[in-house]
């Protein structure tokens, strides 16, 4: 009986459901085996040989599988068909040749499906192959090139730059997109400029919108009417004369559909249409595609299979009538240049299901293979077919001319099941227009000059940053997301409104490295390095040829700055971010004069935290402000006076907070009181831009006394803490749900309150009430989501682990929780023995089952220093 090995349970489970009982399929859990992270893992000094290490929790996983090969001496290696997925039966391979289960007479063999389908699972059982080796060579190199980079640029940056966490090869230069942009933003000066439109009217008194265009028979351009004085003249010089209509062209248009998704196009779709994060929607697609819903979610390729086309086609038909057919099928082609990139697109594997046929539960996974299957559809769709109308309105004279345009649909197309988002753009041409005749009158109903300005470039989304990293040829499909997700994770960027911003410790780390790395944070240099990895993944490169030359001048630069001190390198950023750093004064003051004593000149410096801007006769003057600029969100700021207090709003090591007065000889550390924050952001009339004088003072108030406790007299106290709101009656302290009520809690609440703490504290306590109840664990005992100190949690016998910053409880299913459980076992070395109820059942259908531990696919470990 063949042992079958993929990555996750449930892929495994689908799989072993189209083979059935001859086959065993068990699970890896992803990579197997990894590069230990310290020095010498990729020995620079001997060929670039690399050090692996199995996982302690992944040891059991292969012994899994080696038991299995004891009695089944026939290894298929079905994981992913992309390079990890090459890489990780490699691993595999390697791994169990090691403990010496592969043996001389052990027959193993690859097979890739790219859709978990009965028909895709079986064809590829039937055309089995040897390992790829110019795919692992690929990984190979990269696993180095960001081992490499992630081991020997880091440390220097902890060194040089405190509060600093890491650098990466493809994360520094994603990063340092955010932080150019944010510089252009900040350096970008509006310019004012004037259009006037009118509102007009047919004879038939139909009313329709047209703006100027002609004035003084000049045709005007953007800026030329540059103030509202000569938009007024302007909107005089319509008002003025009689206009009629001079011409009226209508041309036919047309519109064809999008080609189909690859991973980059379905991660900015994801992201405009439901505001998902890449990492959000590549953990969905995944789900979709283990259980046999989409095909391989990890791809360049747009190109169809023909079957998959036909398939289409007939969906059409049966939907929406033949006349949404075209007459032959569109053929889509990129331009693919290795085997990862030869995938086929991303599509359902069955097109007469649409989202609801399939009853998905899961709302990520609804949202995503409704749009899926959508777009899909629409890419074998007749194009939609427009009338775009062009008007002309002129005064006798010629010496004013308006336009008015717009479009009529008159067939809708792939349009009636789709459209593509768009970044930022407004179309103006989509108006209709009403019936106008060449000739007749416009009568004016309205005239408005508008005045404008432009506008700086937007900050990123993650899909606009997706597809800016794809013109620049940075990254590949698999590494998108986890780029993305590290540069938050690290806190060098933060997400608000789905806009990417980024943190001082981001600009630092990037000016640093532009300063003293430039060729490593180049684009065009990061994008020849994909090629070269490209050419290696197609059999066309020498995986150790590249190391060496990229190790060679990267073990230079590193050695340089490491000579470098603190002070030299702070100096290089101080002069390099000076136009950001000290913008001219409106009264033409030295702008790097401290506003606060007048006599210290700024500096920038850094903390744990990032960088600021401090006064140079610190700790006479405690001056200090972030590398924004002067009006920069969290810039220190008196709030009030309170008696002979000035209150103050500053920012520190650990967020915003108030502080009674300045530092004295007499009083080093003034009264402070931090924002009180709750799992939503700041508490209600305390964010930065809300909080006034009279809220500091009651934040610098508290602990607040309640009252004297009934049964011993000692004062009860509410106030905020580390941990959040809570009362207080001698040692024993019990949390309060909202902030609010440390203001308003009476005696009588404040009892109850601390006796249910107490009664828990004493051995009294009653099981909580999970907030969503998800079902057993394959291995036993009920898998619930608990609301907790920290927010809510997965709770499975003694592990809890915290849901994802922004997931809501009752976004998360079963099969989301087991995830969650298995990766927080991993990190914390847990190792759980099967329930003993389960026991007999587990011996008895080992060789028919998945693995024993569930837990969806795991990303290549050490992924910060990888991306």
């Known amino acids: 009986m063949p042992v079958v090995v993929v990555e996750s349970p449930a892929k495994a489970k689908t799989i072993n459901k189209y083979l059935g009982p001859d086959y065993t399929v068990l699970a890896s859990y992803g990579h197997v085996r990894d590069l230990p992270p310290k020095d010498g893992s990729v020995d620079t000094e001997h060929d670039f040989e690399m050090t692996w290490e199995v996982g302690n929790d992944s040891k059991k996983h292969v012994k899994a599988i080696a038991d299995a090969l004891a009695d089944d001496n026939a290894l298929i290696l079905a ?6 997925g090459e890489a990780i039966s490699w691993h595999l391979k390697e791994a169990l040749t090691k403990r010496r289960s592969i043996k001389k007479d052990t027959q193993v063999s690859r097979v890739t499906f790219n859709a978990i389908t009965k028909q895709a699972v079986t064809e590829a059982m039937q055309n089995p192959r040897d390992i790829d080796a110019p795919l692992v060579e690929a990984y190979l190199a990269r696993r180095a090139l960001d081992y490499l980079v992630g081991f020997n640029l880091s440390p220097v940056l902890w060194r040089k730059l405190p509060g600093a966490r890491s650098a990466g090869r493809v994360q520094s230069v994603c990063l340092r997109l955010i932080v150019e942009r944010e510089m252009e933003i900040e350096a970008f000066k509006a310019r004012e400029y004037w259009s006037v439109k009118a509102t007009l009217a047919t004879p038939r008194g139909q009313e329709y919108e047209a703006r100027l265009t002609t004035l003084s028979g000049k045709k005007l351009d953007k800026y030329d009417l540059e103030n509202q004085t000569q938009a007024e003249m302007a909107a005089q010089a319509i008002n003025s004369r009689d206009l ?34 890449a990492k959000q929607c590549m953990s969905a697609a995944q789900r979709l595609y283990e259980a046999g819903y989409i095909t391989y979610m990890r791809t360049d390729g747009i190109d169809m299979a023909p079957e998959a086309v036909q398939a289409a086609r007939d969906a059409i038909e049966d939907r929406f009538g033949a006349e949404y057919v075209p007459g032959s099928p569109r053929i889509y082609k990129n331009k693919a240049k290795n085997a990862q990139e030869a995938h086929e697109c991303i599509r ?15 709302s990520d996974q609804f949202k995503l293979y409704d749009l899926i299957w959508k777009r899909t559809l629409a890419c074998q769709m007749e194009g939609a077919r427009l009338e775009r109308t062009t008007v002309d309105i002129s005064s006798d004279d010629g010496e004013v ?23 930022d753009v407004v179309d103006e041409d989509d108006k209709r227009l009403p019936q106008i005749m060449e000739g007749e009158k416009a009568d004016k109903r309205g005239i408005s000059p508008e005045q404008h300005f432009t506008q700086p470039p937007p900050r990123y989304t993650e899909a606009t940053l997706v597809k800016k990293m794809e013109e620049l040829g940075i990254g590949r499909p698999s590494t998108y997301a986890s780029v993305l997700s590290t540069i938050q994770d690290r806190e060098y960027v933060r997400k608000d409104k789905n806009r990417l911003f980024p943190e001082d410790k981001g600009r630092i780390v990037t000016i640093f490295l532009l300063n003293f ?52 390198v702070l100096d290089v950023l101080d002069d390099a971010l000076a136009p950001q750093l000290y913008p001219p004064r409106e009264d033409g003051s030295d702008p790097r004069i401290c506003p606060k004593c007048g006599e210290g000149r700024l500096h920038l410096k850094t903390s744990r935290t990032g960088g600021f801007v401090g006064c140079g006769n610190y700790p006479e003057c405690t001056y200090t402000r972030p590398i924004a600029g002067e009006g920069a969100e969290g810039d220190e700021r008196v709030l009030g006076v309170d008696g002979d207090d000035e209150i103050w709003l500053k920012t520190g090591r650990f967020g915003p907070y108030v502080q009674r007065g300045e530092p004295t000889p007499e009083n080093k550390k003034p009264p402070r009181a931090s924002l009180p924050k709750t799992r939503g952001g700041f508490a209600a009339g305390f964010a930065p831009d809300e909080i006034t004088l009279e809220g500091a003072l009651t934040l610098l108030s508290l602990p607040r006394e309640v009252g004297a406790h009934p049964e011993d007299g000692v004062m009860i106290e509410a106030g905020i803490g580390r941990y959040g709101p809570f009362v207080k009656h001698g040692s024993l302290y019990a949390n309060l749900p909202e902030v609010a009520e440390v203001f308003e809690i009476g005696i009588n609440r404040a009892v109850d309150v601390l006796a249910e703490k107490a009664a828990k504290r004493g051995g009294g306590r009653a099981a909580a009430t999970p907030l969503k109840e998800l079902g057993e664990h394959p291995e036993g005992g009920a898998i619930n989501i608990m609301d907790g100190r920290y927010g809510p949690y997965v709770k499975w016998e003694k592990i809890n682990a915290t849901l994802p910053k922004g997931t809501e409880p009752a976004d998360v299913n079963l099969d989301m929780a087991l995830e969650l459980i298995a990766e927080k076992a991993a990190k914390s070395g847990k190792k759980k023995a099967p329930a003993k109820k389960k026991a007999a059942t587990k011996k008895t259908t080992a060789k028919k089952t998945t693995a024993k531990k569930p837990a969806a696919k795991k990303t290549t470990k050490k992924a910060a220093a990888e991306e």
């Open 401 to 423: 001319v308006l336009r008015a345009t717009g479009q009529v649909v008159l067939f809708d197309g792939f349009m009636r099941v789709y459209e593509e988002g768009r970044d």
């Open 244 to 277: 009629k209509i001079s011409s009226v062209e209508a041309k036919p248009a047309s519109r064809n559909p999008s080609a189909p998704f690859m991973t980059s196009t379905l991660q900015q779709e994801a992201s405009r249409k439901f505001g998902m994060g």
């Open 348 to 362: 359902p594997t069955d097109m007469t299901k649409d989202a609801e046929a399939l009853k998905l539960k899961d």
């Open 79 to 84: 994981t992913d068909p992309d390079r990890e």
């Open 517 to 568: 790395f430039k060729r490593y944070v180049e684009y065009d240099f990061t994008a020849a390095l994909e090629e070269e990895l490209d050419d290696v993944s197609a059999g066309d490169g020498n995986y150790k040829e590249l190391l060496s030359k990229f190790w060679r001048d990267f073990s230079a630069a590193i050695s340089e700055t490491s000579e470098l001190r603190i002070s030299e």
